[in-house]
């Protein structure tokens, strides 16, 4: 046990020297006794438990018995009597600045021994089900802003001793705590030193922005608009993904547990598929990739014909207007999907109260005069609604969002060169799906390269009892499942 003060007096001088005398209101240093022994409380006001700290200070006034007295070490003595489980000596200064900008108070012996107590308590609310996440059947608890709260969700879901949390402190300023998390014998040493090495890499003041910011350590994403990490705000979807080797970073502050790795397949599932017999499952989950599929090509697609009648056999021919209008058809659909992405971030930054008000005008009374003003067919609100639609059935928020990009790309591309700018656009987009490859793993597998077994999981939902290993993307040392 090494001292890291003088004396109280040092300890004392130093905090001021860290956060100035009567500067911040919430850097607090208090004189006090800890029975017989006089120390220095340091803390900031608004991270601890007060309820906590106040009960272990009134059980310590007074005198001390007289063989705690003949103690000469104050470190000893003070561990002796000490009523708490979570008590730390501190050997570094830098150490003991970032444990109290933590929320743990420190005490100052008059040796100059430094001790330091966990007694966080981080504003924040309590697990409830996320907005985005929703399921009509399974848990309604879903992970916090509080990294404590987020790790015992997890773990109460996986009573295991091979769960690992392993923490980190990332950035000079914000010191903010980011938690791998694996099971130990699933997870790759690959994928762990990989992470690991980004991690240490990260030469920033802070990570306000916190599990987006993240992202764009790790992989470097720039200007790619695929999301390359899966978020979830479910602790059962978290503790599915470790089980199978995936590795979780939690990150404080975030109610969002980043998963890696993530092919493009794995942002097209849901908890709900689970939660439902396998044949329902089967269905939704074929239902939504048919969804998310429609999404991208339905309205270039729609677009292509509607514009090239001899494309069409005649009983199709009741596709696409017959008196477009005074507005080119391609600004009619850049206007109306531009429209509704508006009113989806009108719709976020409204209260919930006039939301649905908000809703009714924009989809009932603009849409129909929209049309009898002659702005828009009625093809083309028809389309565009039914394209929402389709985008709004993927899970992914950030998935949704970059296909609306691509869907532009491909309406823009067939506007330009018809038909073959159609495919074009569709096979340079495959292609470059076909290139990612973050943390090494391809990012349309099982596709490409092609598993017919892996594929075929993830177009059936198959029993639970099935034996299935884990996904050969996780690179688990153990891919057997069955104990």
């Given at each position: 046990?090494?001292?890291?003060?003088?004396?109280?007096?040092?300890?004392?001088?130093?905090?001021?020297?860290?956060?100035?005398k009567?500067?911040?209101?919430d850097?607090?240093?208090?004189?006090?006794?800890?029975?017989?022994?006089?120390?220095?409380?340091?803390?900031?006001?608004?991270?601890?438990?007060s309820?906590?700290?106040?009960?272990?200070?009134?059980?310590?006034?007074?005198?001390?018995?007289?063989?705690?007295?003949?103690?000469?070490?104050?470190?000893?003595?003070?561990?002796?009597f000490?009523?708490?489980?979570?008590?730390?000596?501190?050997?570094?200064?830098?150490?003991?600045?970032?444990?109290?900008?933590?929320?743990?108070?420190?005490?100052?012996?008059?040796?100059?021994?430094?001790?330091?107590?966990?007694?966080?308590?981080?504003?924040?609310?309590?697990?409830?089900?996320p907005?985005?996440?929703?399921?009509?059947?399974?848990?309604?608890?879903?992970?916090?802003?509080?990294?404590?709260?987020?790790?015992?969700?997890?773990?109460?879901?996986?009573?295991?001793?091979?769960?690992?949390?392993?923490?980190?402190?990332?950035?000079?300023?914000?010191?903010?705590?980011?938690?791998?998390?694996?099971?130990?014998?699933?997870?790759?040493?690959?994928?762990?030193?990989?992470?690991?090495?980004?991690?240490?890499?990260?030469?920033?003041?802070?990570?306000?922005?916190?599990?987006?910011?993240?992202?764009?350590?790790?992989?470097?994403?720039?200007?790619?608009?695929?999301?390359?990490?899966?978020?979830?705000?479910?602790?059962?979807?978290?503790?599915?993904?470790?089980?199978?080797?995936?590795?979780?970073?939690?990150?404080?502050?975030?109610?969002?547990?980043?998963?890696?790795?993530?092919?493009?397949?794995?942002?097209?599932?849901?908890?709900?598929?689970?939660?439902?017999a396998?044949?329902i499952?089967?269905?939704?989950?074929?239902?939504?990739?048919?969804?998310?599929?429609?999404?991208?090509?339905?309205?270039?697609?729609?677009?292509?014909?509607?514009?090239?009648?001899?494309?069409?056999?005649?009983?199709?021919?009741?596709?696409?207007p017959?008196?477009?209008?005074?507005?080119?058809?391609?600004?009619?659909l850049?206007?109306?999907?531009?429209?509704?992405?508006?009113?989806?971030?009108?719709?976020?930054?409204?209260?919930?109260?006039?939301?649905?008000?908000?809703?009714?005008?924009?989809?009932?009374?603009?849409?129909?005069?929209?049309?009898?003003?002659?702005?828009?067919?009625?093809?083309?609100?028809?389309?565009?609604?039914?394209?929402?639609?389709?985008?709004?059935?993927?899970?992914?928020?950030?998935?949704?969002?970059?296909?609306?990009?691509?869907?532009?790309?491909?309406?823009?591309?067939?506007?330009?060169?018809?038909?073959?700018?159609?495919?074009?656009?569709?096979?340079?987009?495959?292609?470059?799906?076909?290139?990612?490859?973050?943390?090494?793993?391809?990012?349309?597998?099982?596709?490409?390269?092609?598993?017919?077994?892996?594929?075929?999981?993830?177009?059936?939902?198959?029993?639970?009892?099935?034996?299935?290993?884990?996904?050969?993307?996780?690179?688990?040392?153990?891919r057997?499942?069955?104990?």
């Amino acid at each position: 046990m090494e001292k890291l003060f003088q004396s109280v007096n040092e300890g004392e001088e130093w905090f001021y020297t860290c956060f100035g005398k009567d500067k911040t209101f919430d850097a607090t240093a208090r004189s006090l006794h800890l029975w017989d022994m006089p120390a220095l409380l340091l803390y900031i006001n608004g991270l601890i438990d007060s309820e906590t700290i106040t009960t272990l200070l009134t059980e310590m006034q007074g005198a001390r018995g007289k063989e705690d007295e003949n103690q000469e070490d104050g470190g000893e003595r003070f561990l002796s009597f000490f009523p708490y489980h979570a008590v730390s000596n501190v050997k570094d200064r830098d150490e003991l600045l970032t444990s109290i900008l933590s929320g743990q108070a420190a005490f100052i012996t008059p040796d100059g021994y430094v001790f330091t107590i966990d007694i966080r308590s981080y504003p924040g609310r309590q697990p409830e089900e996320p907005d985005n996440e929703k399921v009509v059947r399974g848990s309604r608890d879903g992970f916090t802003e509080n990294l404590i709260q987020n790790t015992a969700l997890i773990r109460r879901r996986l009573r295991t001793e091979d769960l690992r949390f392993e923490m980190h402190k990332v950035t000079m300023n914000g010191k903010t705590d980011v938690t791998i998390t694996y099971m130990q014998g699933a997870a790759s040493k690959e994928h762990l030193d990989y992470i690991r090495e980004r991690l240490d890499a990260i030469h920033h003041d802070g990570l306000t922005m916190t599990d987006k910011s993240l992202e764009e350590f790790l992989f470097k994403q720039r200007f790619h608009p695929m999301p390359f990490v899966r978020f979830t705000e479910r602790p059962d979807i978290c503790a599915a993904h470790l089980l199978e080797g995936h590795v979780a970073i939690i990150v404080d502050t975030s109610p969002s547990v980043i998963l890696v790795p993530a092919p493009l397949f794995h942002h097209l599932q849901h908890a709900e598929e689970y939660r439902q017999a396998p044949l329902i499952g089967t269905f939704v989950r074929i239902m939504r990739l048919f969804a998310a599929t429609m999404s991208l090509v339905l309205l270039p697609f729609w677009y292509l014909l509607a514009t090239n009648q001899h494309y069409l056999p005649d009983f199709l021919s009741y596709i696409g207007p017959k008196d477009i209008g005074e507005i080119p058809l391609l600004v009619q659909l850049l206007i109306a999907d531009g429209g509704i992405e508006i009113l989806r971030m009108a719709a976020i930054h409204t209260p919930t109260p006039m939301s649905t008000a908000m809703g009714l005008v924009a989809a009932i009374v603009i849409g129909q005069v929209a049309i009898d003003v002659g702005l828009f067919t009625p093809e083309v609100v028809l389309y565009v609604a039914v394209s929402a639609i389709f985008t709004f059935s993927i899970p992914s928020y950030e998935l949704s969002l970059t296909t609306k990009i691509f869907r532009i790309c491909i309406l823009l591309s067939t506007a330009l060169l018809g038909a073959p700018g159609f495919f074009l656009s569709i096979t340079v987009l495959f292609y470059y799906l076909c290139a990612l490859k973050p943390m090494g793993v391809p990012y349309l597998w099982p596709a490409v390269p092609f598993f017919p077994k892996a594929m075929l999981r993830v177009l059936i939902r198959f029993p639970m009892t099935a034996d299935a290993p884990r996904p050969f993307i996780t690179d688990s040392p153990d891919r057997d499942r069955v104990s």
